[in-house]
Structures are given as structure tokens and as C-alpha cells.
């Protein structure tokens, strides 16, 4: 282990709350059966996750990343992969293929929400994208969460064509997390694309579980978004 590394976990322990990290393990469903059955918290909220990774981001390699990411705890995954967003402009395809080999250690939705478009839909801006039509195929719950997520980057330039193509793998998917980021999606693109998002739900809204299509029509007038909740 690095001293930077070091640095950077005392500087994290430092920084621990208990009690709230009760309220962290009960917020992110840290029970048994739940998505995040056995994940632990140290307690510190993200902004002063964010101070640490400014102060040592520079001074860490992608070995003392993977410690991170390999700990027990969530913060610490969260700091790996913030650095690894601030690192990706010097050394894209590195990266980008680091964090495919870590998907398993991405492995809750706040990390995968934070990383996966600063990321992976990044470097594949301009490359072709089959790896995420590969991950929304996954057995693994994070991967097709990646799988959508990764799209977001893509809507922010104007590109819908994946979203939609990957919403449509995910449609009978049976994680709640999910549905969720499918309509978190489809609603990103129908904010800069109305008519793209009503051609999509006119003809899939009897196929898509209620929470994609609540989320989905969020920002529809009440007139319209009444139109789909009734037609589904």
C-alpha cells in the first residue's frame, strides 16, 4: 500500500460518523435480501468524500484504486471511483477498461450514477457502444444499471438511439433499481426530445413496469401524463 493511500484512508477515518452511518446503511438497503445486503459505512457524507478526493487524487495509481474499490466499506469505493473521474482525461482507455473489470465492486446505485457517465459513456461517445448492449444482458443487477445509466452521457449530446434500444432490453427486467433508472432515462430524453419519448411510449407503454413509466412522464403536462397512466 502507497503512503498516499495512507494518507488518504486516515485522512477517511478521520472523517467517520457512526450514528450516520446507521441512517447510511438503512438509506442504501443494507439488510439481508436487500440490494445492498452487507455494504458498510464509515458515515461521511459526499461532500467531505469530495474534499478528500481533491486533495489526494493526483497522488494515487490505478493499484491503490483497486484497494479501494476492493474495501469493505462504501465510502471508500465511492472515493476510488471519483478519482478514477478525475484521472479519465489523461488516461481514457485505461480506465475505462479498469472500471469494466470492476463492475462487481461498483456495486450500489449512487456509484454506479456517479461514475458510469463520467466514464464509460464518455470514452464511448464516439466508439461503438456493443459493450453496454453486452452489460444490459447481465445477470448482474450494477452491470445493466451501468448498461442505462451510461446513456445519460449520450442524451446530453443529443443522442437517444441507445437509450432506447437498451430501455427496450430492460423492459422486463425485475429489479425496482431498474425500472427506475429506465424512466430516469427515458425521461432525460424526452426533456430535449418530447415527440422521440411519446413514439417510444405509445408503442411500449403496456410493456413497461408502472415505476419506468411514472418516472418517464414526470415532466409531461398533467393533461398527457394522465393520457399514458391511463393507458397502461
Not at 495512507?6 to 436487500?34: A, E, R, V, Y
Request: hydrophobic share 40%.
Amino acid at each position: 500500500m502507497s503512503g498516499s493511500l495512507n494518507l488518504l484512508l486516515s485522512h477517511l477515518d478521520s472523517l467517520k460518523n457512526p450514528p450516520k452511518s446507521k441512517d447510511l446503511s438503512w438509506f442504501f438497503k443494507t439488510s439481508p435480501g436487500q440490494y445492498g445486503e452487507g455494504d458498510k459505512f464509515l458515515g461521511i457524507v459526499v461532500p467531505l468524500q469530495r474534499q478528500a478526493v481533491k486533495l489526494y487524487w493526483d497522488t494515487v495509481d490505478l493499484s491503490d484504486i483497486q484497494k479501494l474499490l476492493n474495501s469493505e466499506f462504501h465510502e471508500h469505493r465511492l472515493v476510488g471511483l471519483l478519482i478514477l473521474i478525475k484521472q479519465f482525461p489523461k488516461d481514457k482507455e485505461n480506465i475505462f477498461n479498469f472500471y469494466l473489470k470492476n463492475t462487481s465492486r461498483i456495486n450500489n446505485w449512487d456509484l454506479v450514477d456517479l461514475s458510469a457517465p463520467n466514464i464509460i459513456g464518455q470514452y464511448l461517445l464516439d466508439k461503438p457502444r456493443d459493450i453496454l448492449y453486452k452489460l444490459a444482458k447481465s445477470p448482474l443487477l450494477w452491470e445493466r444499471r451501468i448498461s442505462i445509466i451510461s446513456t445519460a452521457t449520450f442524451i446530453r449530446n443529443n443522442q437517444f438511439t441507445d437509450t432506447l434500444e437498451i430501455s427496450k432490453i430492460l423492459l422486463s427486467d425485475k429489479e425496482d433499481l431498474i425500472h427506475k433508472a429506465v424512466g430516469w432515462m427515458l425521461r432525460e430524453v424526452g426533456k430535449r426530445d418530447q415527440k422521440i419519448l411519446t413514439d417510444f411510449l405509445d408503442q411500449y407503454t403496456l410493456s413497461l413496469p408502472r415505476t419506468t413509466l411514472r418516472y418517464a412522464i414526470e415532466k409531461f403536462p398533467p393533461a398527457l401524463r394522465l393520457h399514458y397512466l391511463h393507458k397502461s
